[in-house]
């Protein structure tokens, strides 16, 4: 279980005004759009609130945070290492707890969780989101344009700050499917180390779904059959389905059961459709119902061969089966759909919605003028001309797999990352019975 407690001052570092309400004394809980229609952060109601933790003070001449990395990081990256591995030591005489960051640098948006383990699974203390556009014309130009990159940085120096305010003692920072295709995604990869001292990862597609899984694995119907994992990105979309059979019935809940979702992979596929890319395809803004419509078929053309190779479509008519949906696009329609004056994370994460009523959100929303949606306080001006490309590719989800019940997650590849971290560190332990079996079998066929 995620808990979320955050004392914070992300009003005025997001783009987007962000409301903030007291719900116990002491402890602020923010909520509202941020950047990604989601909120900032929320927390559980029967948390206590409590104080900062302490940070390393890191220098800011040394990179100021440890990454995992892939092969190909720089010399400074593996000093980052040497230096991370002291300051941890020296964070566990004075008697602290591990704390731990997770960054999720996408197409679109720039966010960053920083917790500590939990007997529940982890406490969220810090979070960041914004829209950064990092992948804006780069399905036309093949390159990251210095805009993007420049506005990208300014969002990764508030992350890198945080993280050494917060005393970050481990982190994994994976970028997403816009620097996997850009041809200068290793010149930017090398301008954010030199200027805010981050090592960052390009992740692989099959990385970025496996972390989606374990990110929402604790919202899985363990009474269902099957459930597709999808998470509708800026430049791509991770489509999982699970094998719920396979999944162990305890009704024990650990950082390690976050694992053990990965083994009911059944099969996977990364379709190189986003809301960027769609929107920038056939147009976001001014969007009409034949134009609504040639989104979808693009999108349930792309499907087809990986429906073609595996039948999914056949084995959920036998079976029970939903869709957990993990990203902007079905946190979006659940608050519309919830009537929200305003995006709460708390109600949002975790509902359920019939499909008929997501659909009905959509159509309302192709009815909608550019400035009818930017004036819905769950989606705001930096998402209404991504939204609907968001909903085509959802109508296009339930057009090959007719499904009748869809789980809402306000949270994904983040989370995944600080599951996967704790549990290599033995943190799992701390919250519950380990078991043993596999950690990382099973992860099922990859569709070409």
Not at 3 to 23: G, K, L, M, Y
Not at 256 to 282: F, K, M, Y
Request: aromatic share 4%.
């Amino acid at each position: 279980m995620v808990e979320w407690s955050h004392r914070t001052n992300a009003a005025a570092e997001s783009p987007v005004c962000i409301r903030a309400a007291v719900r116990r004394e002491g402890l602020n809980i923010v909520t509202g759009p941020s950047g990604n229609a989601r909120a900032a952060a929320t927390a559980s109601p029967d948390i206590v609130g409590r104080g900062e933790t302490n940070g390393s003070g890191m220098s800011s001449v040394a990179p100021p945070v440890l990454a995992r990395a892939g092969d190909n990081v720089a010399v400074k990256g593996h000093l980052a290492a040497v230096r991370g591995k002291e300051e941890q030591t020296a964070h566990a005489r004075r008697g602290g707890s591990q704390v731990y960051g997770a960054l999720d640098l996408g197409t679109n948006n720039c966010r960053l969780l920083v917790a500590r383990p939990s007997r529940r699974g982890f406490l969220v203390v810090d979070a960041f989101s914004r829209i950064i556009r990092l992948g804006e014309g780069v399905h036309r130009t093949g390159q990251l344009s210095d805009a993007a990159m420049t506005r990208t940085i300014d969002a990764l120096k508030i992350c890198s700050d945080k993280m050494r305010r917060r005393g970050v003692t481990r982190s994994r920072l994976i970028a997403t499917e816009a620097c996997r295709i850009a041809s200068n995604s290793a010149e930017f990869i090398d301008r954010v180390h030199n200027e805010t001292g981050l090592a960052i990862e390009i992740a692989s597609r099959e990385t970025e779904a496996r972390l989606a899984v374990s990110g929402c694995a604790s919202l899985i119907d363990r009474q269902a059959e099957w459930a597709l994992v999808f998470d509708i990105g800026g430049g791509s979309s991770e489509l999982i389905w699970l094998d719920l059979k396979r999944l162990e019935r305890s009704g024990q809940r650990t950082v390690h059961d976050r694992l053990e979702a990965q083994n009911c992979i059944a099969a996977w596929t990364s379709l190189p459709i986003g809301v960027v890319s769609l929107a920038e395809r056939h147009g976001g803004r001014d969007v009409t119902p034949e134009g609504y419509e040639a989104m979808v078929n693009d999108v349930v053309g792309a499907i087809q061969q990986f429906e073609d190779a595996h039948h999914f479509g056949d084995r959920i008519v036998r079976g029970r089966a939903h869709f957990l949906g993990t990203s902007g696009t079905v946190t979006t329609i659940a608050g519309i759909h919830l009537k929200l004056p305003m995006y709460e994370r708390s109600r949002v994460d975790g509902c359920w919605l019939g499909t008929s009523d997501a659909r009905v959100v959509s159509r309302d929303l192709l009815a909608m003028s550019y400035a009818e949606r930017v004036a819905q306080p769950c989606i705001g001006q930096e998402r209404a001309d991504l939204v609907l490309a968001g909903c085509a590719i959802l109508e296009a989800l339930l057009r090959v797999w007719p499904c009748q019940r869809l789980r809402v997650a306000d949270r994904g590849l983040r989370e995944g990352i600080l599951a996967t971290l704790m549990a290599e560190d033995g943190n799992e332990r701390r919250g519950g019975r380990h078991r043993g079996g596999r950690r990382n079998g099973g992860y099922g066929k990859r569709h070409r």
